[in-house]
Every structure is written in C-alpha cells, then in structure tokens.
C-alpha cells in the first residue's frame, strides 16, 4: 500500500499512460467486409481450403444474424464496413529468429508499456508471445517449452504446423455460429494464439500473451485456443494495453479452452485498454466470447479476470462442466469510472455429476460507469450432486454511478445446491473516518478500502499480475472518491 | 395466435357499466385496447416472460360471459371463506359481485366498501382521480386486456386517519362451465394516516378450465398502513394473471403476504412503488406447485425517493412435474439515496422432474445505498434428516415435517392466526404423510 498522499486534481486530469502511437508501416487491407476481404486474409496467412470455407461459413451466417441488443450498455452502432480486417507489421517478411532481430521500434512500444521483453521475461520466468496487432512477431522460451512437448505459438503457425489439432478443436467450444460477434471473428480472426499441453505434463513456466491494438481503424480479431490433454496443467496469462484514439475500436476476441481428463486450466487476464476520455469520447468496445469446456472427468477450468479499461466490456468467460466431478471457476473484478459501461459475468453449465462451481464478481462503480453483472448458473437433469456458489457484490462512488446484478439460476435435479448472494453499498463514511483517524489520507483509506474489497480475486491472479492488478486499480479509481 | 385471441377477447367488450355515458373510463378503456393492439399478449421472447408460455390461455378462447348454471357456489364459496375470522366479506362470482352472498354490514365513519360496477354507476370524482392513475395498462398484455375491460370488483376507500381494524375479505370463485373468463379490477385507496386490511381470497372447481385476469390498484397516502394478503388456490385446471399496483406515499407501510396453492397456470406480477421519503415495504410470498403446476412471481420494488427501506421474502416448493419461476426486481432510482433493500428467494425442488428458474435483479443508480439479494435452489438437509432419522422418525415423515418447515417461514408472519390455521392445513395436505406431521405441528 502506497503512502504517499498525491494531489487529487493532478491525479485526475492525468492522462491515459499507455496513449501513443508507435509510426510502423503496416500492411493494412482497406476498410470494408465482403467474401473477397475474407479470402484475402485466408491467402495472406496462406491457409488451407478447409479454414477458409469455414471462415465463409461463419461470414455468410453472420449476415444472417442481428446485433445483440440485450446488455445493460449504450453505444453508437458499430459500422462494420467502415473497419479494416486486416493489418501487419511488414517488417514480419523475414521473420525474427531472435529478440534482436525484432523491429526495434517495437521493443521500444513494450518498453514504454513496461513489458521489457528482454530481461523481465527471464526473471520472471515468463515465455511471451507478444502479439503486435494481428500478427505474432517474438515467441519466445519456445525450446523449453518444446522439450515438455508443449506447443505454444501463434495460430497461424499452429495452422500450418498442426493443422490437425486446429481442425479438431478450433470451433468446438465456441461454434462458428455461436453468437453475432463470434461469427464476425471467426470470419475474418487474423491471429491470435494456439497452446497444446500434451498428456501429463504440467507446463513448466506461466504461459503469456501481451495484446496491443495499434494501427488506427482496425479491428482486433483474435483467437486463441488452449487444450490441455489428459492430466496436464496449464496456467495461461493475458494482458491488454491500447493507444490513445478518438475514434471508437472494435475488438471481438474469441477464447476457447478445452480440458480433457484430470487436466486443468487457469486463465487470468488483466484488460486495460484504453478506456476513453473523462467525457466518454473514444475507447475501445470489448466484444469477447470467451468459453472453457470441462470435457473430461475431474478437469478444472479457472477464469480471472480484471478488467479496467475498454469503453464498453461485453464478457462473460462461462465454463461448460460436462466431465463428471469437473470443477468450474470465475473470479472477476471489473471497474467501470467515467462513462465506462461494463456488461460481464459467467455462464456455469453443469452437465455431469458431482460438478461444482464458483463465481465472485466484484464490480466497482465510479463516476458516471455502468456496470453489470450477468451470470447463469444452470444445472442439468443429468447433474447430480451438482454444487454453485455465487457471490457477487458491487462498490459504488459517487451519485452519478450504477450497478446491476442480473443472475440467471435454473435448476433442474433435486440433488443440486445453488447459492446466489449479492451487495450492493458504497464506502462508508464510518470506515472511512476510521482510517483518516489512524492518520490515513483519505485517498490511501479509498485504495485500502478497494484493495480488501477486490483481495479475493486478486489473489487468485498469479502473482507479477497480482501487483500490476493492484496498482492499476489504484490508477483507474484516482480521484474518484473525495 | 396472439392477434386472434387480442380481437377474441376485445370482441366481448360490449355492454361494460358506464360505457359510452363515464368519459374518463372510455378514454382509459381506449388507451388500454390501443396498448393491446400494438403489444399483443406476452411471448416467451420477452425477458420478462422467458420462463412462462402463455399459449394455452390465448389458445382457450375464453368466454367473459356468465354461465348458467352455478349451482355449486356454495359449496365452493363455504370452502373458500377463513373460518372463524370476523371479517367484512365481498363475494365475486366469476368476476361478478354477487350481493346475496357479500356482508358489509355496520361501516364505520370514514369507511366505505363497494363493489366497482356501484361505483362506477355513482360515478364520483374520487374514483375518476385514482383508477388507472398511473396507467399500468402499459406494463402489458394482461393489464391492458384487464383495463379495457373493467367492469367489476372490489373498491375500498378509507379516510383521513380512520384506522379501520376490521379485515375486509374479498372472494372472487370462479365456476360453472368450461372457457368461462373473470376479469377482475380492484382499487383500494388508503387516507393519510389510514390503516386496513385486506385479504384477497381465489378459489375455483376443480376440473373446470377457466380464466381469472386481475388487476388490484393500491393507494397509499401519507403515512398510511397497508396489510395486504392474497391467498390464491385456483382450482387444478384454472388460469391465474394477477397484476398488483402499488404507490406509496410518505412514511406509509405497506405488508404483502402472497400466497400461492391452486392453478395450473399461474403467473402473478407486484409493482411496489415507494414514491414518498420514509415509505416501506415488506413482502412476503410461498409458492407450492404439484404435478404440472407451473407458477411464476415477478416482483418489482421501485426506490424513487431517499430513505425508502423493502425487505422480500419468497420462499418455494416444487414438486412432481412442476416448475416454479421467480424474478425479483429492485430498481434504486437516482437521488434515491439512504436507500435499504433485500431480498431472499429460496427453493427447494422435492422431485427430480421439478424445475426451478429465479433470478433476483439489482438496478441501482444511486450511491449511498445498502442493497442485497440472496437466492438458493436446493434439497432438503442431509443433516437435519438424519437428526430426525436417529429420533426414529420415518424417512417421509421427516422430509415432510422439514418442507412444511420450510415453507411455515412464511406462513408464520401472518398476522391472522385463523389464516395462519388455514394455510398451514393446505401446505399439510400437499405433503405425505400429512396425519403424522400434523400431531408434531401441533
């Protein structure tokens, strides 16, 4: 916890750190979305006839499909034709063998982020494959990874080289068709990440994938796939920071994890992307279809998430528990501060017996934010013994904030046990003068307040994530109180 | 479907008392077929009505006629009525007031009881000012078809600071022959610092399909107090809509006791609305639904002004093939602030056919507010089973005695001990076992 007070004001009017834009040439498609587009992206990556029919599939399925309307969010509507589908760093041609064949442009972008790829990822034992844009232009700890037979690469070198794992998986937990945004990315996604941890094998370092939109006007489509074979353990990382803009960015990522038998999965993403100015202008909206499915018996998917930043977040990480005894886990905190809207939550499905679940969501209103938690825990005829718990509660700031809580629970087997807890309140005043007695600023009292508040997720994130989670709540909510 | 059965039932607006001679009703009865037109009756596409398929009651073609033959009132009526509680007593039949059967005798200064067909004829400026004031035929199909066709039910006015301790019992049974429709309005306007209690009571004949649509308008002045119970026990084929209006002005309380038995199909929606500082609200409600019962609570409690205080208790029983829905709602407007709401819905599913879908809802858009929710689906205890096992007690016994437990939460905050008496005996019978459970009650 910090101590030292800091100017309220100066603090407010600060600016968004991460905004600026890195002058790197890209290969960018015009705006626009048609069958050619399509076809275009599929050659550039130089895929196989398979992928790209499957890719029109999903086109010709989302022209057939209308734009959800349903979450607690207002915006602008997104004109799909007037984004670019496609676009590349060119420097990409030759292909970097090491760090220092890495445009050094881009080094400097991570640096400015504080993501040195150079030391940092040693010390903290991180293999990173930064992706730059769409496409990934360092992989790095590949030969450790490679002698555990852990595959951990790009997607589109997972086409190429694993073309068979990717037909078998790619689309089987999140269907082509599956909802609007999701036929959209997996129409035009360009890359994103695949990892394959094969039977057995714990993964020997944290996996991690640090994600920037730059180019101006384009659409982040990303697509990632995890499938932990039987028995193996993976725990994968997940990190955003965007430049500054004024025009509103669409980003519609897909994740889909697959757990077979006693194999688990734990993903925690920390999202910050830029969230727009103090008046609502700009910021990213954060479509994301993201789906876990527990396959196997006593397979374990965990999903964390923190979530600061992005004009609008529409998001609900659900787990899909067919194994029997296979266990599925949420754990979120999602900020909303100035004209932020948040629309996140989980779905549980309990399919197979002995399935447990829990979710705490932890959501934080301040200024004019909107957030909402939207979750459904529906246990099946099949699932018995089936066991949820629910715990969802909200902190609000300032009188011009709000938060919802819309919990789905159907239950269909007289066997299982669902609990669903929610509450709402600000900070009090008497915790506040409390602190303030103990000779705490009220700033720090507010941080310390928000810190206990958010503890029980933050200390599910590994822990390098745990301390940036930390700080860049502290950030996001400057000001927002006193 | 839902264009044919809105001309089915607008085909029977004819002959409504004060038709084309009160013009304020006309003008509320056209805004309300006009809103019925335009919306239609409730799609499972609607979130609101996800859960519920209204189908079968547009399918039916009721009839608002009355039928001829209703000879089996009596019998109906005599075990509809609370024995033994000194009550105020008005007898709908099928939706019409029936005054052979209705008491309203010795009235005290300040109170005045009357059927709306009555009140309606006398045409007073009262009725004008509070029926329909906030038009609720917006909120849907039902509540629309209801206002455009009032025609009957029960008004309740009490004056400034008469503090009428009578309870007055409304009885609507439906009987007679099949397809026979009821659509039931009652408004019950309470005076600053006024206090009465009201108990709705709905029975009907078994194996008879038929249709209640009611609507009940409450009014709450200044520090005015409200008890307000509804005992439904439809008959096994009847087809329950019940909509319940509340607005409450400044420092009034208002108590609501649901109760839900009978039917086939039950849907039952209450909008509370604490529109004055210092107004509050309690709710309680049990739903208890056997073989292919199907029955659905939307509550929604409205925070408009600060300092308001809802507490909600709903507690469910499911069992056989039933399927049982909740959605609680708590919206806390702006400024609301000094805002205090709960609420807790808890199930419990007896039979591995029964299903249960609830979802409790926040919708704050104040700050300085204390708000909570709590929901549970669940079976019985292992525990205190097995507590009652190692006191000898029977397998059946014991989860009967622990489900009617559950449910005697509820019932147990009634104020009536003759009501309490009552529904205890109905939760019994529902239950195996019920001889041997009744001597442990006991």
Not at chain 1, 44 to 67: C, D, N, Q, S
Not at chain 1, 329 to 347: C, H, I, L, P, R
Not at chain 1, 383 to 397: E, F, H, I, V
Not at chain 1, 425 to 440: P, V
């Amino acid at each position: 916890m910090s101590t030292q007070s800091k100017d309220v004001e100066n603090l407010v009017g600060q600016e968004y750190k991460h905004g600026f834009v890195t002058d790197i040439d890209t290969d960018t498609v015009p705006p626009g979305l048609n069958e050619d587009v399509i076809r275009l992206i599929s050659k550039k990556k130089e895929e196989p006839e398979w992928l790209l029919e499957w890719r029109l599939k999903a086109y010709r399925h989302w022209l057939k499909m209308e734009e959800p309307e349903w979450a607690h969010v207002n915006y602008e509507p997104i004109d799909f034709q007037a984004i670019s589908y496609y676009s590349a760093p060119k420097s990409k041609d030759h292909g970097p063998k090491s760090l220092d064949e890495v445009d050094p442009k881009l080094i400097e972008t991570y640096e400015k982020l504080g993501i040195p790829l150079h030391e940092q990822k040693m010390l903290a034992g991180v293999a990173v494959d930064a992706v730059f844009d769409s496409v990934s232009v360092a992989t790095t700890f590949k030969k450790k990874l490679y002698e555990a037979g852990v595959i951990f690469c790009s997607f589109s070198e997972a086409v190429r080289d694993h073309p068979e794992l990717i037909k078998q998986y790619l689309g089987s937990v999140v269907p082509a068709a599956d909802n609007y945004y999701a036929a959209l990315n997996s129409a035009v996604f360009t890359d994103g990440s695949f990892c394959y941890i094969p039977k057995g094998t714990r993964c020997p370092m944290e996996l991690s994938t640090y994600f920037r939109i730059n180019a101006a006007n384009t659409g982040q489509f990303e697509r990632t796939l995890i499938v932990a074979d039987e028995g193996s353990h993976v725990s994968y990382l997940e990190g955003c920071t965007a430049p500054m803009r004024d025009e509103n960015q669409l980003h519609a990522a897909v994740v889909e994890l697959v757990a077979l038998d006693d194999a688990s999965i734990k993903y925690s993403t920390v999202q910050n992307w830029y969230p727009g100015d103090e008046n609502g202008v700009g910021g990213i909206y954060n479509f994301v279809t993201k789906r876990g499915d527990c396959r196997g018996v006593n397979s374990k998917i965990s999903w964390t998430q923190v979530e600061t930043g992005s004009a609008i977040t529409w998001k609900y990480p659900s787990c899909l528990l067919k194994g029997d005894n296979s266990v599925g886990e949420f754990y979120s905190v999602a900020v909303a501060n100035n004209y932020q809207q948040a629309d996140t939550g989980t779905k549980m499905i309990h399919i197979g017996k002995n399935t447990r679940s829990t979710i705490i969501s932890k959501g934080i209103s301040a200024g004019h934010g909107s957030n909402s938690y939207r979750g459904l825990v529906r246990i099946g005829k099949s699932a018995d013994n089936a066991r949820n718990y629910t715990q969802c509660d909200s902190l609000l700031m300032g009188d011009k904030c709000a938060a919802h809580t819309f919990p789905y629970m159907e239950s269909r087997n007289t066997t299982a046990v669902i609990e669903h807890e929610a509450t709402t309140s600000k900070i009090s005043d008497d915790q506040l003068f409390y602190c303030q007695q103990r000779g705490i600023s009220e700033e720090d009292a507010v941080n310390m307040i928000v810190n206990g508040f958010c503890k029980q997720v933050f200390k599910e994130l590994p822990m390098e994530f745990a301390v940036e989670a930390q700080k860049l709540m502290n950030i996001t909510l400057e000001g927002a109180v006193g | 479907m839902s264009n044919e059965a809105v001309e089915h039932f607008l085909s029977q607006a004819t002959d409504l008392p004060g038709m084309n001679d009160v013009a304020w009703l006309d003008e509320h009865r056209k805004a309300a077929t006009h809103s019925l037109s335009t919306m239609g009756f409730p799609t499972r596409r609607v979130e609101e009505w996800k859960y519920t398929d209204v189908s079968a009651i547009l399918n039916k073609k009721f009839s608002l006629s009355i039928p001829e033959q209703q000879e089996d009132v009596e019998t109906i009526l005599s075990s509809a009525k609370i024995s033994d509680l000194d009550c105020h007593q008005l007898v709908f039949v099928n939706g019409h007031f029936s005054e052979t059967h209705s008491c309203t005798d010795e009235l005290p200064d300040g109170v005045n009881i009357v059927n709306l067909k009555e009140a309606i004829s006398k045409s007073d400026n009262d009725l004008e000012e509070y029926l329909n004031k906030h038009h609720h035929h917006e909120k849907n199909g039902f509540v629309a078809l209801n206002t455009s066709l009032i025609a009957d039910g029960a008004v309740i006015w009490i004056d400034k600071n008469v503090e009428f301790t009578k309870p007055v019992n409304l009885i609507f049974v439906s009987t007679g022959s099949n397809n026979t429709a009821s659509n039931i309005r009652n408004l019950i306007v309470a005076g600053i610092n006024s206090r009465v209690d009201v108990i709705e009571t709905y029975a009907g004949v078994d194996n008879l399909d038929y249709f209640t649509n009611t609507v009940t308008e409450i009014h709450l002045e200044d520090g005015a107090k409200v008890n307000h119970y509804k005992i439904q026990e439809e008959g096994d084929s009847g087809y329950h809509v019940g909509n319940l209006f509340v607005s409450q002005q400044k420092n009034s309380s208002f108590n609501s006791y649901q109760v839900s038995i009978g039917g086939k199909l039950v849907r039952c929606d209450l909008d509370i609305n604490l529109s004055g500082t210092n107004a509050e609200s309690t709710l309680y409600g049990l739903y208890m639904a056997q073989d292919t019962q199907h029955v659905d609570f939307h509550t929604t409690v409205n925070h408009i002004s600060p300092n308001t205080r809802s507490n909600e208790t709903y507690r469910g029983v499911l069992g056989d093939k039933s399927r049982g829905v909740f959605n609680g709602k708590i919206v806390v407007h702006k400024d609301a602030q000094k805002t205090e709401a709960h609420l807790s819905n808890a199930n419990l599913l007896l039979s591995s056919n029964a299903e249960v879908d609830t979802k409790p809802e926040l919708e704050i858009y104040a700050d300085d507010v204390k708000c909570s929710h709590g929901a549970t689906i669940g079976r019985l205890d292992d525990n205190m089973l097995f507590y009652l096992r190692t006191r000898a007690i029977e397998k059946d016994v014991a989860r009967s005695l622990l489900t009617f437990a559950f449910a005697e939460d509820v019932i147990e905050k009634i104020n009536y001990p003759q009501i309490c008496k009552r529904l205890q005996k109905k939760v019994m019978g529902k239950l195996p076992d019920s001889n041997v459970i009744e001597d442990f009650v006991q």
